[in-house]
């Protein structure tokens, strides 16, 4: 009989095709074995009338950026760094995260990701793994520098088509479509139209037009539509493989279906804020709507209604949080007065805790998805796409032992108080989610149980991602 440094009992396991019941045996941060009666172990976790899930992965999340103008942040300080984002993370079930080592213009990507190393390092409660941001794509960047970091593990990029500090001409943007797809990188884009943003804002602000709610008719779906055309475009140019991220509505949605139709593999993500937030948050009074600012903004519930049926159908196939932490105060959201311009609002909300448990809730506990398709969106099928698959994203023998077991029946009523992230609000406060993960391991270590932490800030790991093996819901 084996012995097993852990084994999660009685519990039923699911992946992104089957559900079963089985035993889980870890050994050594690994699963060894799937079955019953597996013999003992040191320590025997009772997972029954429990779901033993993959941890999530949030493959879209923002950590302690450096503060820069011209960003979605305006120049706001984030409020989670490595630490504080990793714990939260883990708390919603999430047991990878991958942010972003941004390149400023002007600085090379090496030095962006050396620096983004130190302030992961000894930091992080579970494994990450980083995407590149290139703003400044200079011959020496394209030449020699993302193909060297792409060979040395940073297999994804992600463009911007707006930002005044991040933005790239559609020449610079085939330009990294190009090279990514040579190196073996997957192209993630932020397509909303710049030229159309400004001139709406500046029309808006003159007619005393400044309130949070504006925010959403300075970039309506028209403009992220234009943009997701054309990011598409550029990609069937390029011959290159795209990911738009944050979806946030029909008209973009029917792109991406009508590049599909043409058979364009293009990928897809939204995100909770789609599903969950809308126009009338954005217009809560006393300037509370620029808690749930960020950018494609929250649509009206046509727009919301379009974004589930892609949920469902598998039109999308990332559920990220697109977690950018910044504070109601003078260090975030605040930072240029307390009634400002939406113009000048830093853009993003936090969700790395909320993101899994509102998919679970309002996705699987209704009926919407199967457990199967809630793991494929919340775990699996970023590890395929993102190069970590099959170390990550399943549960399977020979795989981490990165998992969540989930209680389906607790009922949680969101609080801030009860989060572990370092925003001083969540934009889903009050509301009552059915099911939430209790037990949280990462390569086999309990990082929390039963809402204590148990867990050490250290224990995450770097993770190297490669071009993923050709396959479905993969790209080549
Ligand atoms: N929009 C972005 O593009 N990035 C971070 C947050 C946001 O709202
Ligand atoms: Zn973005
Ligand atoms: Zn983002």
């Known amino acids: 009989m084996n012995h097993f440094d852990l084994i999660i009992r009685g519990g039923t396991v699911a992946t992104a095709s089957d559900t079963f019941r089985a035993d889980v045996g870890i050994r050594g941060g690994t699963i060894t074995a799937l079955g019953t009666q597996l013999g003992d172990a040191d320590r025997i976790i009772d997972a029954s009338g429990k779901l033993v899930l993959p941890g999530g992965i949030d493959a879209h999340c923002h950590l302690d950026q450096p503060r820069a103008k011209g960003l979605a942040s305006g120049g706001a300080l984030m409020a989670d760094d490595f630490h504080s984002g990793s714990l939260s993370a883990v708390f919603g079930g999430t047991t990878t995260i991958i942010p ?17 190393h130190r302030r992961a390092n000894g930091k992080a409660y579970v494994d990450y793994g980083f995407h590149l941001i290139v703003s400044d794509p200079t011959p020496q960047v394209l030449q020699e520098e993302l193909p060297a970091l792409i060979a040395d593990g940073y297999a994804s990029v992600k463009v911007y088509m707006t930002y005044e500090a991040m933005r790239l ?32 804002t500046e029309r808006l602000e003159a007619e005393g037009k400044t309130a949070p709610r504006f925010h959403e008719d300075s970039r309506p779906m028209v403009v992220e539509r234009e943009a997701t055309h054309r990011a598409i475009t550029l990609s069937e140019v390029a011959e290159a493989n795209l990911l738009i991220v944050h979806v946030s509505g029909k008209d973009a949605i029917e ?15 939204t995100c909770p804020q789609y599903l969950f937030l809308s126009t009338r948050d954005l217009a809560l009074p006393d300037f509370l709507g620029a808690k749930c600012m960020c950018s494609p ?7 919301q209604a379009h974004v589930w049926q892609g949920v469902e159908d598998g039109l999308f196939d990332i559920f990220s949080s697109d977690h950018a932490p910044y504070r109601f105060d003078d260090s975030g959201k605040l930072m240029y007065g307390p009634k400002i311009s939406f113009s000048k609002v830093a853009n993003g909300i936090p969700g790395l805790e909320t993101r899994a448990p509102l998919l679970f809730s309002e996705g699987v506990m209704t009926g919407r998805l199967d457990l199967n398709r809630f793991v494929a969106l919340n775990s699996t099928n970023a590890a395929k796409l993102y190069g970590l698959h099959p170390q990550k994203g399943t549960i399977a023998v020979g795989a981490d032992a990165d998992i969540a077991i989930w209680d389906p029946e ?6 801030n108080a009860m989060l572990h992230h370092n925003v001083d609000y969540t934009p889903y406060e009050g509301r009552v989610l059915t099911g939430w993960p209790v037990t949280v391991l990462s390569r086999g270590q309990v990082i929390c149980h039963e809402g204590e932490l148990v867990g050490q800030a250290g224990h995450g790991r770097f993770l190297k991602r490669f071009r993923p093996a050709k396959g479905a819901k993969t790209w080549t």
């Open 410 to 415: 607790r009922q949680v009523t969101i609080t």
């Open 255 to 269: 792109e991406i279906r009508r590049a599909r139709t043409r058979g364009v593999k293009i990928f897809a993500e």
């Open 100 to 116: 972003f080592a941004v390149q400023h213009r002007g600085q090379s990507v090496v030095a962006a990701v050396e620096d983004y």
């Open 297 to 303: 903004p929250p649509r009206d519930p046509v727009n």
């Open 169 to 200: 001409s559609d020449r610079q943007i085939l330009d990294v479509l190009d090279v990514n797809q040579r190196a073996g990188a997957l192209t993630m884009i932020h397509a909303e139209n710049y030229e159309c943003i400004a001139w709406l």
